[in-house]
């Protein structure tokens, strides 16, 4: 397979492949759109799919591959980008297949709307299967601009739509880092920022005030407990299952037997009223319209 930091002239274009692992490059004559574009020591310029020209720094990378012909795959990458808005667009085609061949095999990714991260191609595989699955056959992703960075980084904002209608409290954002492997570009980070449901405005701020109050007092505390919040999480359930729980579990049963009665009589209710509604219409129905 061979990769390219190209250049592309007058027609007939011009395209310089060198193979990312060293080596001289050498001179091919390829049908493509005449376009200009130069490479020298320090940057590396290449083609996204607007055809606009973007300037990327080597840095410690070496030549990545920026274009890839792959005989094996139905699709061209040329950049993060197009990994990107390929990643995406699988999703919204409930295309796993083509997923998983742009997963790196030691790919992490954090969601916020989860409490553990996923580690390994098989685990992020399942979390993208049941995000394929919950979204039905109308729900899609909408993706905005693509904003590439160094070291492969990526971010973009997206939400989802039903019927192309934006659904409520599915705004986020989400943060790709890319990698060679196997002579291809890979996802090898990933982390999902999902918007909240919750959104506690002045009540947010006032705590975060007590908070920051109370840490500035006791900063010694403080230290230990943000190194460790799950053990005062332990701590606080060991109480709550010694003092408030012998009281508390027997109440919230009573309430869940009592709201359970209450909700059958409601409906028992409610289904008297329908058979009183519609034996009225029945008899009404059924009149002379003379008499």
């Known amino acids: 397979m061979a990769y390219t930091a190209f250049s592309v002239c007058q027609n007939p274009t011009r395209v310089f492949y060198s193979n990312h692992n060293g080596g001289s490059p050498t ?76 997963i790196s095999i030691d790919c992490f990714l954090e969601d916020s709307t989860f409490p553990h991260s996923f580690h390994g191609k098989k685990e992020v595989m399942g979390f993208i299967s049941q995000v394929v699955e919950s ?18 980084i990526a971010t973009l904002h997206w939400h989802l739509e039903w019927n192309k209608d934006e659904l409520p409290f599915s705004r986020g954002c989400s943060i790709f880092q ?75 049963a009573f309430y869940i037997i009592l709201w359970k009665l209450v909700v059958r009589l409601l409906g028992y209710v409610i289904s008297i009223l329908h058979f009183v509604a519609k034996t009225i219409i029945e008899i009404s129905s059924n009149r002379d319209p003379t008499s």
Not at 136 to 150: A, K, L, M, S, Y
């Open 135 to 152: 979204m039905g056959e109308n729900v899609h992703f909408r993706t905005g601009t693509v904003c590439e960075g160094g070291d492969l």
């Open 178 to 252: 890319c990698s060679v492997e196997d002579d291809r570009l890979v996802i090898r980070k990933a982390q999902f920022i999902v918007e909240s449901p919750f959104k506690p405005g002045e009540i947010g701020l006032g705590l975060l005030r007590i908070l920051a109050s109370f840490f500035d007092e006791f900063p010694k505390a403080a230290k230990w407990f943000l190194k460790s919040p799950h053990t005062i999480f332990m701590v606080v359930m060991h109480i709550y299952n010694l003092l408030v729980a012998p009281v508390m579990n027997p109440m919230l």
């Open 27 to 102: 001179l091919r004559w390829q049908g493509l759109k005449p376009r200009a574009i130069q490479i020298n020591n320090s940057r590396l310029f290449r083609f996204d799919k607007t055809k606009k020209c973007i300037l990327k720094d080597r840095k410690n990378v070496g030549l990545i591959p920026i274009f890839a012909a792959d005989s094996d795959s139905s699709s061209v990458v040329f950049s993060v980008s197009d990994v990107i808005t390929k990643f995406y667009a699988c999703i919204n085609d409930k295309n796993l297949k083509e997923i998983e061949e742009i």
